[in-house]
């Protein structure tokens, strides 16, 4: 199988890479090394061909996509705070770039498979959230995966490529990103561990999360992507919801706590059947699991920002402001 990742050089699509090069597939990377980085490839460097590039604006890179037999787009920006900052490079880095991937497949009915995000949900009726849950975005970021999804599914409908969208639920593991922004709980505490600070726990800590361990991600877009499936959604959860008073209780120390930000669902959760039945996903990484893999990799995170409640404050004053 000749397989393109986009973002092979961040957090979930290196962990990708590394699962389709003990197939029997090649591996080509576009990444613009905006968020992902070189450290997390450098290991199998030598098995596979890197294009840095900027999916935004069309190219010969498009070429690559239509030579191949899969597309799995992973490249995207994440994080609320920035997205509400800066629309529109969300819109251009999440939308248009699908666009530009999806004109490239569409050249020889190449396989896309979308990593969308399970936020389109918002706070749902139901849990746990099944995939035709009302879309409720809260947020650019949220907006323009949605967006994103439902362009490349589109062209797939009306240029006849098949597309699968999977959406992602609270993923974490090795290698999860520690760029500049305020992201994902994981990372955040742990370079507050490795500072001897305290973790910074929104609320009363009682919310809670399908927090999915990466592999387990990584299987399920696999086991899609060998499936005749065309034009379909599927959750990728762990299909089970830890509390951030769990995770703080396996990684061990002190808390601190800061406001309930607006938007915010208590609980998120997805129902996997569907994938279950498709695809015979089967996610077995324990939060109790995940997080032994991840302290034993914890010096990754040795250079990532130490975050307060006071930075955070700062930080996340437009989410307070446009959201509140
Ligand atoms: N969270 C927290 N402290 C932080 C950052 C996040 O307690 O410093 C909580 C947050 O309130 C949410 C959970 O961790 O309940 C997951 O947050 P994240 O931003 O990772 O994912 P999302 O809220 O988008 O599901």
Known sequence: MKAVVTGGAGFIGSHL????????????IIDNLSTGRIDNIKKFASSIEFIEQDLSLP?????????????FHLASLADIVPSIENPSLYYSSNVTSTLNIAEAAKANSTKVVYAASSSCYGIPDQYPTKENA??????????????????IIHWGKVYKFPVVS????????????TSGTYGAVL????????????????????????????TDIVDGLIQVCHKNITSDIFNLGSG???????????????VVYIPKRPGEPNVTHADISKAKKYFDYSPSISLEEGIRNVLDNIDYWRDAPVWTPESIAEATQAWFKELG
Not at 17 to 28: H, K, Q
Not at 134 to 151: D, F, N, Q, S
Not at 189 to 207: I, M, R, S
Request: no cysteine.
């Open 17 to 28: 890479v590394e699962r389709l090069l003990e197939t029997e597939s090649t591996v080509t």
């Open 187 to 214: 990372g955040i505490f742990l370079a507050q561990k490795l500072a001897g600070k305290p973790y910074t726990v929104v609320g009363d800590g009682t919310q809670t999360r399908d927090f999915t361990y990466v």
């Open 134 to 151: 009302e879309i409720r975005t809260e947020y650019p970021y949220a907006m323009t995966k949605r967006l994103g999804e439902e362009l």
């Open 59 to 71: 190219g010969k890179w498009q070429k690559e996509i239509a030579k191949s037999d899969v597309v």
């Open 166 to 177: 999977t959406r992602f639920f609270n993923v974490y593991g090795t290698k999860s990103r």
């Open 240 to 254: 089970q919801t830890y509390s951030i008073n769990k995770l703080v209780s396996l990684l061990g120390g002190e």
